[in-house]
């Protein structure tokens, strides 16, 4: 069936350091692709999402590129902050109406 | 607009009994969506209502049930909570099946003791 795996966490960087956490997913046909950020204590938001292949999502400088040869949607961002610190997900819309979430990765970002 | 809100924010129950979870959202979205969300494992999707009057199971219904009241309320129920019940439990909402993004309240926190 359809599932997601993104890389386990905690990640810890330093304010300004490279961010990449990888997702790759298993589907049938072509599911659309989210990245939901979790901060403390609040429900999950929407970071960015791609519906096709070589599509890219990006906002407030997090990029990630829906790449069907390797099924991967991996997260990026070129200087982290400290308001970063989140817990990150993985999604995939699987048909009309569901979706399937990968496990979480925390940030931990060090000023 | 307030969004998707949920209550209670905090709930301890015993073995055995039984509770409601509330959700309502004033987006006028048509699709509604309940999860919980575990350690480790994610978010996982409990049950769901495409459009007011529907509801379908999702991953992992059993010990669950819930009713669309309305096209903003859309509840809960344990019926007969267990341990295996405490988790962070999330309602979300869509206007429709042509839109992807889901809107998210703040959570529930449930313990059974």
């Known amino acids: 069936g359809d599932s997601v795996t993104q890389m386990e966490g905690p990640v810890t960087l330093s304010e300004e350091a490279f961010l990449t956490i990888n997702c790759t997913y298993t589907?049938?046909?072509?599911?659309?692709l989210f990245w939901y950020v979790q901060y403390p204590g609040e429900g999950l938001q929407l970071l960015l999402k791609?519906?096709?292949?070589?599509d890219k999502g990006s906002n407030k400088g997090f990029e990630a590129t829906y790449r069907k040869e390797t099924t991967s949607f991996h997260l990026e961002k070129g200087s982290v902050q400290v308001s970063d610190s989140a817990v990150y997900f993985c999604?995939?819309?699987?048909?009309?109406?569901?979706?399937?979430f990968g496990s979480g990765t925390k940030l931990n970002v060090k000023p | 607009n307030a969004g998707v809100t949920q209550t209670p924010k905090f709930q301890v129950l015993k073995t055995g009994q039984s509770m409601t979870l509330q959700c309502a959202q004033d987006?006028?979205?048509?699709?509604m969506y309940w999860y919980r969300q575990d350690p480790g494992m994610g978010l996982r999707l409990i049950y769901y209502?495409?459009?007011?009057?529907?509801?379908d199971k999702g991953e992992v219904p059993n010990g669950y049930n819930v009713s669309r009241l309305n096209k903003r309320e859309f509840s809960l129920r344990l019926e007969s909570a267990a341990p295996s019940q405490t988790s962070v439990y999330f309602c979300?909402?869509?206007?429709?099946?042509?839109?992807?993004?889901?809107?998210f309240g703040p959570g529930t926190r449930l313990t059974v003791l």
């Open positions: 999604a995939l819309r699987y048909n009309f109406n569901k979706f399937y």
């Open positions: 979300a909402s869509r206007q429709a099946q042509s839109t992807d993004t889901q809107y």
């Open positions: 791609a519906t096709k292949a070589d």
């Open positions: 987006m006028n979205h048509n699709s």
């Open positions: 589907a049938t046909g072509y599911p659309s």
């Open positions: 209502s495409a459009s007011e009057g529907t509801t």
